[in-house]
């Protein structure tokens, strides 16, 4: 898909004013469009092999694109998205008011601040980490003490510094595991040490955006709720290994007294779209998928360890679909290099580590597409 934004405005208005002719003709709207009429590309070329969002290539599952057709005929219906709670309680076997659904993870991770550092309060949370709740504790003004990862041991989250900075004021303590963009992944009795360290009054939030990676029995923040700690607030998200993230849909686990106070600032009743509420019903009725998409991902880290060992690049990865890779000041340059062949990739300082590239996972011939690119730029 190839056209000017003036064409695709030309195109939009075009099969606008062909709708109403589709009715008499009976012709059904969602089989008449085609990827070709609209444009999907968000801005990017149409050959853009994309490394940059840690999204998965593989696309959603028949069963969830099935869902989302569904929903998509019923456009005209509200949904409530409270309704998919069941079903997500049954997968992680809690109670239905345990769960909130939100648009995408971020949506949790951007009120968590809000309900919870509204008369004041620090956060305390780790420097090379993805941060979309912290942004908002920054604009609220909020301090929030954010400690360098262990370098030494993968990158990985400094337990007991993140600890020893918690005060009085302390109101929330982030830390997302598996992490983005290091991979390093918190064991169960570290998440438990945490737990029983903070105070009550301290919401301990989990991002597990990327837990479905993690091997089978692994044990995470759903365990620790499961076992009864009642000031845990953990994230999860259809957006990666169900490959759904342009649909938004991601949910909370927590005390339903937490699900409360944030669920007064967001996470209404209403947004959730039908076209998700279909899709995230697929979704969780193909286990398939997503233990499809963590044995790609398995598959594509240990192909880009090789290769980069190959070349005498060091990298930093875990079970997430992306890999760090450490280039020093060769960083921008490469970045940019690709860029102009329109590899997208994303630079490392946007986590504070400026010496390395992020690179998340693509379909195998995307991988390779990156790999001689590479080669031709170092
Ligand atoms: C750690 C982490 N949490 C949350 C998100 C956003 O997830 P969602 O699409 O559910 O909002 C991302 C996106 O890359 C992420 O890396």
């Known amino acids: 898909m190839d056209f000017s934004r003036r064409q695709f405005f030309k195109k939009t208005s075009q099969s606008a004013m062909a709708i109403p002719f589709l009715g008499t003709l009976a012709v059904d709207p969602c089989e008449a469009a085609t990827s070709a009429e609209f444009d999907l590309s968000m801005g990017n070329p149409e050959d853009a ?11 959603p599952s028949p069963l969830a694109i099935e869902g989302a057709m569904a929903g998509l005929k019923e456009g005209c219906r509200y949904a409530l998205g409270g309704m998919l709670r069941p079903l997500i309680a049954k997968h992680h076997g809690v109670d ?24 004041g309060g620090n956060v305390v949370s780790g420097f090379e980490t993805w941060g979309g709740g912290l942004v908002v504790a920054d604009n609220m003004g909020a301090e929030v003490k954010r400690i360098p990862l262990l370098k030494d041991n993968g990158y990985s989250f400094d337990i007991p510094a993140m600890l020893n900075a918690v005060d009085n004021d302390t109101k929330i303590f ?10 390093a992944a918190a064991p169960f009795e570290q998440l438990k040490a945490v737990a029983d360290a903070l105070p009550d009054d301290v919401l301990f939030v989990i991002d597990e955006a990327y837990a479905d990676y993690l091997p089978d029995g692994w044990k995470t923040g759903v ?5 009864g700690y009642q000031n845990v607030l953990v994230t999860r998200t259809f957006s990666k290994a169900h490959a759904m993230a342009g649909l938004r ?7 339903p007294d937490i699900l409360k106070e944030i669920s ?21 009725n193909d286990k398939e998928h997503a233990i499809k998409s963590r044995q790609h991902v398995e598959n594509c880290r240990k192909y880009y360890e090789e290769q980069a060992n190959s070349l005498g690049i060091k990298t930093v990865s875990g079970v997430p679909p ?9 960083c921008a340059p490469i970045f940019n290099a690709l860029r102009k062949r329109n ?19 693509g379909l195998t011939g995307e991988n390779e597409i990156f790999f001689n690119a590479l080669k031709e730029t170092l």
């Open 49 to 59: 092999v994309r490394l940059n969002f840690n999204e998965n290539a593989l696309g």
């Open 96 to 119: 239905a008011d345990w769960v909130l659904m939100g648009t995408g993870s971020t949506e949790l991770q951007r009120l968590a601040p809000i309900s919870h550092l509204r008369d």
């Open 174 to 183: 982030l830390i997302v595991t598996p992490n983005n963009p290091t991979g």
């Open 223 to 227: 365990d620790l709720i499961k076992e």
């Open 249 to 255: 849909s991601g949910y909370g686990i927590a005390h």
């Open 264 to 284: 007064k600032f967001g996470c209404g009743p209403a947004s959730t779209s039908i076209v998700v509420f279909g899709a995230v019903q697929g979704a969780l």
């Open 322 to 330: 992306f890999i760090l890779f450490e280039l020093g000041d060769r």
């Open 343 to 361: 590899i997208l990739i994303s630079q490392g300082k946007s986590w504070n580590l400026p010496n390395h590239l992020r690179i998340s996972y």
